[in-house]
């Protein structure tokens, strides 16, 4: 197991570099090398740390602690082909993750960062309402069960596409730039990140490496199903690109828009589940 | 922390999960006993070794209020 989280933590690390390397082109930027997050994650474990005067010290180094925890256990969720409510329960987690670096740091730019994860958290976790619609189907929320359910009746992205699209707004939603990353706005510095440097920061991105690989993966899983390693790594790749895509050709929106949007989505969501278990599902 | 106690934690669960890997491989440890080792032990580790090296030893730092 070691091997596989160090090769999701080095993963996911490249493919955030890939996001920032995509975005640059666009911007006709050079960008950074696509190692640039694994460097950044390398050198800020280098650097001596110290915790912030006015910071809650416990809290400040505890909250590092459990966000590298919860997602080392949610990539081996996946690994298990467990159940994806317990993915999606650790997603939720990491929203009070975020509230809890924001809020220890003692800085205003920490706790504007994670007062707006918890605003945020407030639209994009309805969002896993597409599970039910992914339920409806499958009878079952194993991420095995539902690969199977895919062998023999084909991808659930064509299936349900509207729960694909929810789905692939969370994803968004993570994504550093994207048009509802109001909880790393400018405005705030780095957001909950600001106060936390050296190798706390590393442990960020340590959380950020794990996080992007569980995330896309679990996507692939549930809406395209089992693929060879290679196919994964393609696939994901690709999705990668396409959120660094709409990151690059869309703006970042207020923190209000953010919520009206997403609430609109999963209005629409329910709206279609609704439907679905209504009118019955076939087979 | 001091830093001397810092060392012996990372290098405890350093060893503890490097040599838990070897009856997981054999079989005769479950994933999720194993698992649950690693979500315990990879944050400490990785924060007792941050802590070991690369912990400063003057003054705090003031926070960040503004450019």
């Not at chain 1, 048009?179 to 340590?206: C, M, Q």
């Not at chain 2, 060392?7 to 698992?35: D, Q, S």
Request: glycine fraction near 12%; proline fraction near 5%; include cysteine.
């Amino acid at each position: 197991m070691i091997p596989e989280i160090l090769a999701a933590l080095f993963f996911g690390l490249l493919l955030l570099g890939l996001h920032r390397k995509v975005v640059a082109r666009i911007q006709k930027r050079p960008g950074p090398p696509v190692w640039q997050e694994f460097l950044h994650a390398a050198k800020f474990f280098w650097k001596q740390t110290w915790v912030p005067k006015t910071a809650s010290s416990l809290m400040f180094v505890g909250i590092v602690l459990v966000g590298i925890g919860i997602w080392v256990a949610a990539l081996l969720v996946v690994i298990a082909g467990g159940n994806i409510l317990i993915i999606f329960g650790i997603y939720m987690l990491q929203k009070i993750v975020e509230h809890g670096f924001g809020l220890s740091s003692g800085s205003p730019y920490g706790k504007f960062g994670g007062v707006r994860s918890v605003i945020s958290a407030a639209s994009e976790i309805p969002l896993f309402v597409s599970v039910a619609a992914i339920a409806l189907f499958t009878h079952s929320l194993a991420l095995q069960d539902i690969v199977a359910y895919q062998a023999v009746h084909g991808p659930l992205l064509l299936i349900v596409p509207p729960a694909a699209f929810a789905m692939f707004l969370v994803l968004l939603s993570k994504m550093p730039g994207g048009p509802f990353s109001v909880v790393e706005g400018k405005e705030l510095v780095s957001g909950y990140k600001t106060e936390h440097f050296g190798f706390f920061r590393a442990g960020l991105y340590v959380c950020d490496g794990l996080k992007t690989t569980v995330l896309l993966w679990t996507f692939v899983l549930v809406f395209i199903g089992g693929l060879p390693t290679a196919g994964f790594i393609i696939v994901m790749v690709i999705l990668m690109i396409i959120l660094s895509f709409t990151c690059a050709l869309t703006p970042m929106l207020t923190p209000f828009d953010s919520v009206t949007l997403q609430t609109l989505v999963t209005g629409a969501m329910l709206v279609y589940v609704g439907c679905i278990a209504a009118m019955g599902v076939p087979g | 922390m001091k830093k001397k106690d810092a060392r012996i934690i990372a290098a405890l669960t350093g060893v503890l999960m490097g040599v838990l890997y070897f009856p997981y491989v054999a079989g005769l440890i479950t994933f999720w006993t194993y698992g649950a080792l690693l979500v315990i032990g990879a944050p400490v580790f990785f924060l007792a070794a941050g802590f070991a090296m690369m912990a400063g030893e003057g003054e705090e730092d003031d926070p960040f209020i503004g450019y």
